[in-house]
T-cell receptor, first 112, second 113 residues
Protein backbone atom coordinates (compact mmCIF):
# COMPACT_ATOMS: atom_id res chain seq x y z
CA UNK A 1 0.00 0.00 0.00
CA UNK A 2 1.16 3.55 -0.66
CA UNK A 3 2.65 5.19 2.39
CA UNK A 4 3.08 8.72 1.09
CA UNK A 5 0.47 10.78 -0.67
CA UNK A 6 1.61 13.87 -2.53
CA UNK A 7 -0.45 16.97 -3.02
CA UNK A 8 -1.15 18.41 -5.51
CA UNK A 9 -1.14 15.72 -8.17
CA UNK A 10 -0.13 18.32 -10.76
CA UNK A 11 1.30 21.82 -10.53
CA UNK A 12 1.87 24.32 -13.32
CA UNK A 13 3.91 27.49 -12.72
CA UNK A 14 6.02 30.07 -14.55
CA UNK A 15 9.80 30.21 -14.48
CA UNK A 16 11.03 32.17 -11.49
CA UNK A 17 8.08 31.23 -9.28
CA UNK A 18 8.34 28.95 -6.27
CA UNK A 19 6.85 25.46 -6.30
CA UNK A 20 5.57 23.75 -3.16
CA UNK A 21 4.65 20.09 -2.97
CA UNK A 22 3.27 18.31 0.07
CA UNK A 23 3.50 14.73 1.25
CA UNK A 24 1.53 12.97 3.95
CA UNK A 25 2.31 9.54 5.34
CA UNK A 26 0.70 7.09 7.72
CA UNK A 27 3.20 5.30 9.94
CA UNK A 28 6.29 6.14 11.97
CA UNK A 29 9.40 6.73 9.91
CA UNK A 30 13.19 6.87 10.17
CA UNK A 31 13.47 9.36 7.38
CA UNK A 32 11.65 10.87 4.43
CA UNK A 33 13.21 11.39 1.03
CA UNK A 34 12.31 13.27 -2.12
CA UNK A 35 13.10 12.04 -5.62
CA UNK A 36 12.75 13.59 -9.06
CA UNK A 37 11.85 11.66 -12.20
CA UNK A 38 12.17 13.16 -15.63
CA UNK A 39 9.87 11.69 -18.24
CA UNK A 40 10.87 8.14 -19.13
CA UNK A 41 13.92 8.16 -16.87
CA UNK A 42 14.92 6.68 -13.54
CA UNK A 43 14.49 8.45 -10.23
CA UNK A 44 17.12 10.77 -8.86
CA UNK A 45 17.58 11.28 -5.13
CA UNK A 46 17.19 14.94 -4.15
CA UNK A 47 17.23 15.22 -0.39
CA UNK A 48 16.74 13.20 2.78
CA UNK A 49 15.40 14.46 6.09
CA UNK A 50 15.62 12.39 9.25
CA UNK A 51 12.75 12.02 11.69
CA UNK A 52 14.54 14.18 14.28
CA UNK A 53 15.05 17.05 11.82
CA UNK A 54 12.49 19.73 11.06
CA UNK A 55 14.01 21.51 8.08
CA UNK A 56 16.75 20.92 5.57
CA UNK A 57 18.16 22.87 2.64
CA UNK A 58 20.03 21.86 -0.48
CA UNK A 59 20.62 24.53 -3.09
CA UNK A 60 17.19 25.75 -4.24
CA UNK A 61 15.43 22.96 -2.32
CA UNK A 62 13.94 23.32 1.12
CA UNK A 63 12.29 20.38 2.88
CA UNK A 64 10.30 20.50 6.08
CA UNK A 65 9.09 17.60 8.19
CA UNK A 66 6.33 17.62 10.81
CA UNK A 67 6.24 14.20 12.44
CA UNK A 68 3.28 15.16 14.65
CA UNK A 69 1.19 15.74 11.52
CA UNK A 70 2.99 13.03 9.51
CA UNK A 71 3.62 15.46 6.70
CA UNK A 72 6.44 16.99 4.70
CA UNK A 73 6.78 19.71 2.13
CA UNK A 74 9.26 20.31 -0.67
CA UNK A 75 9.85 23.88 -1.80
CA UNK A 76 11.71 24.61 -5.01
CA UNK A 77 12.63 28.27 -5.19
CA UNK A 78 13.12 30.28 -8.39
CA UNK A 79 11.90 27.41 -10.59
CA UNK A 80 13.44 26.77 -13.99
CA UNK A 81 12.07 24.98 -17.04
CA UNK A 82 14.59 22.22 -16.30
CA UNK A 83 12.75 21.54 -13.02
CA UNK A 84 9.84 20.12 -15.04
CA UNK A 85 9.51 16.55 -13.77
CA UNK A 86 7.56 14.33 -11.40
CA UNK A 87 8.48 14.53 -7.74
CA UNK A 88 8.00 11.65 -5.31
CA UNK A 89 8.26 11.44 -1.58
CA UNK A 90 9.42 8.16 -0.08
CA UNK A 91 9.52 7.05 3.53
CA UNK A 92 11.78 4.61 5.29
CA UNK A 93 10.02 2.81 8.11
CA UNK A 94 11.56 2.25 11.51
CA UNK A 95 10.94 -1.47 11.92
CA UNK A 96 12.69 -4.40 10.34
CA UNK A 97 14.84 -4.07 7.26
CA UNK A 98 14.69 -0.64 5.74
CA UNK A 99 12.87 -0.29 2.45
CA UNK A 100 11.38 2.78 0.83
CA UNK A 101 7.65 3.26 0.31
CA UNK A 102 6.76 5.78 -2.39
CA UNK A 103 3.81 8.06 -2.96
CA UNK A 104 2.13 8.60 -6.31
CA UNK A 105 4.00 11.79 -7.10
CA UNK A 106 3.40 15.40 -8.09
CA UNK A 107 3.86 16.34 -11.74
CA UNK A 108 5.48 19.79 -11.97
CA UNK A 109 5.41 21.81 -15.19
CA UNK A 110 7.52 24.95 -15.30
CA UNK A 111 6.80 27.14 -18.31
CA UNK A 112 9.38 29.58 -19.71
CA UNK B 1 31.36 4.25 -11.95
CA UNK B 2 28.43 3.09 -14.07
CA UNK B 3 26.03 3.17 -11.08
CA UNK B 4 23.01 0.87 -11.54
CA UNK B 5 22.74 -0.78 -14.95
CA UNK B 6 19.53 -2.40 -16.12
CA UNK B 7 19.08 -4.53 -19.21
CA UNK B 8 17.19 -4.70 -21.44
CA UNK B 9 15.67 -1.21 -21.76
CA UNK B 10 12.64 -2.48 -23.66
CA UNK B 11 11.06 -5.91 -23.94
CA UNK B 12 7.89 -7.37 -25.42
CA UNK B 13 6.77 -10.78 -24.17
CA UNK B 14 3.93 -13.05 -25.03
CA UNK B 15 1.66 -14.26 -22.24
CA UNK B 16 3.20 -17.29 -20.57
CA UNK B 17 6.79 -16.58 -21.59
CA UNK B 18 9.49 -16.23 -18.97
CA UNK B 19 12.39 -13.83 -18.86
CA UNK B 20 14.99 -12.30 -16.58
CA UNK B 21 15.52 -8.60 -16.07
CA UNK B 22 19.13 -7.90 -15.25
CA UNK B 23 20.39 -5.41 -12.68
CA UNK B 24 24.00 -4.74 -11.76
CA UNK B 25 25.64 -2.11 -9.57
CA UNK B 26 29.31 -1.27 -9.14
CA UNK B 27 29.10 0.79 -5.94
CA UNK B 28 29.42 -2.13 -3.50
CA UNK B 29 25.97 -1.34 -2.12
CA UNK B 30 24.50 -3.86 0.29
CA UNK B 31 20.83 -3.10 -0.39
CA UNK B 32 19.15 -3.72 -3.74
CA UNK B 33 15.48 -3.52 -4.66
CA UNK B 34 13.11 -4.00 -7.56
CA UNK B 35 10.15 -1.68 -8.06
CA UNK B 36 7.45 -1.50 -10.67
CA UNK B 37 5.84 1.73 -11.80
CA UNK B 38 2.41 1.82 -13.38
CA UNK B 39 0.67 4.90 -14.89
CA UNK B 40 -0.60 7.26 -12.22
CA UNK B 41 1.01 5.20 -9.49
CA UNK B 42 4.12 5.60 -7.49
CA UNK B 43 6.68 2.86 -7.25
CA UNK B 44 5.69 -0.41 -5.63
CA UNK B 45 8.27 -2.71 -4.11
CA UNK B 46 8.48 -6.20 -5.61
CA UNK B 47 11.48 -7.82 -3.88
CA UNK B 48 14.52 -6.58 -2.06
CA UNK B 49 17.84 -7.86 -0.77
CA UNK B 50 19.97 -6.68 2.15
CA UNK B 51 23.05 -8.60 1.04
CA UNK B 52 24.31 -11.55 -0.94
CA UNK B 53 22.22 -14.63 -0.23
CA UNK B 54 19.42 -12.68 1.51
CA UNK B 55 16.19 -11.71 -0.23
CA UNK B 56 12.68 -10.87 0.90
CA UNK B 57 9.29 -10.01 -0.56
CA UNK B 58 7.92 -6.54 -0.96
CA UNK B 59 4.40 -5.32 -1.57
CA UNK B 60 3.73 -7.03 -4.93
CA UNK B 61 5.93 -10.19 -5.16
CA UNK B 62 3.53 -12.59 -6.89
CA UNK B 63 4.75 -13.80 -10.28
CA UNK B 64 8.36 -12.73 -9.66
CA UNK B 65 11.46 -14.45 -8.32
CA UNK B 66 14.81 -13.01 -7.31
CA UNK B 67 18.19 -14.26 -6.17
CA UNK B 68 21.32 -12.50 -4.93
CA UNK B 69 24.38 -14.67 -5.43
CA UNK B 70 26.79 -11.70 -5.56
CA UNK B 71 26.81 -8.19 -4.13
CA UNK B 72 26.76 -6.71 -7.64
CA UNK B 73 23.86 -8.53 -9.31
CA UNK B 74 20.17 -8.77 -8.50
CA UNK B 75 18.18 -10.31 -11.38
CA UNK B 76 14.38 -10.34 -11.45
CA UNK B 77 12.71 -13.34 -13.06
CA UNK B 78 9.21 -13.36 -14.47
CA UNK B 79 8.10 -16.96 -14.29
CA UNK B 80 5.07 -16.90 -16.62
CA UNK B 81 4.38 -13.42 -17.95
CA UNK B 82 0.87 -12.01 -17.70
CA UNK B 83 -0.58 -8.78 -19.18
CA UNK B 84 -0.89 -7.43 -15.62
CA UNK B 85 2.90 -7.41 -15.47
CA UNK B 86 3.10 -4.79 -18.21
CA UNK B 87 4.96 -2.02 -16.44
CA UNK B 88 8.19 -0.12 -16.09
CA UNK B 89 10.62 -1.89 -13.78
CA UNK B 90 13.28 -0.09 -11.79
CA UNK B 91 16.20 -1.55 -9.91
CA UNK B 92 17.74 0.49 -7.11
CA UNK B 93 20.64 0.11 -4.73
CA UNK B 94 21.70 1.75 -1.53
CA UNK B 95 24.39 1.68 1.09
CA UNK B 96 23.00 0.29 4.35
CA UNK B 97 19.41 0.74 3.34
CA UNK B 98 17.37 3.76 2.39
CA UNK B 99 18.88 6.10 4.96
CA UNK B 100 21.48 7.33 2.47
CA UNK B 101 19.18 7.54 -0.52
CA UNK B 102 18.79 5.08 -3.34
CA UNK B 103 20.49 5.07 -6.74
CA UNK B 104 18.13 4.00 -9.49
CA UNK B 105 18.69 2.37 -12.84
CA UNK B 106 17.13 3.83 -15.96
CA UNK B 107 14.39 1.21 -16.07
CA UNK B 108 13.08 -1.61 -18.23
CA UNK B 109 9.82 -1.01 -20.08
CA UNK B 110 8.06 -4.37 -20.34
CA UNK B 111 4.96 -5.08 -22.41
CA UNK B 112 3.18 -8.42 -22.14
CA UNK B 113 0.77 -9.18 -24.98
Amino acid sequence: SQQGEEDPQALSIQEGENATMNCSYKTSINNLQWYRQNSGRGLVHLILIRSNEREKHSGRLRVTLDTSKKSSSLLITASRAADTASYFCATEGNSGYSTLTFGKGTMLLVSP
Amino acid sequence: NAGVTQTPKFQVLKTGQSMTLQCAQDMNHEYMSWYRQDPGMGLRLIHYSVGAGITDQGEVPNGYNVSRSTTEDFPLRLLSAAPSQTSVYFCASSRQGGRYGYTFGSGTRLTVV
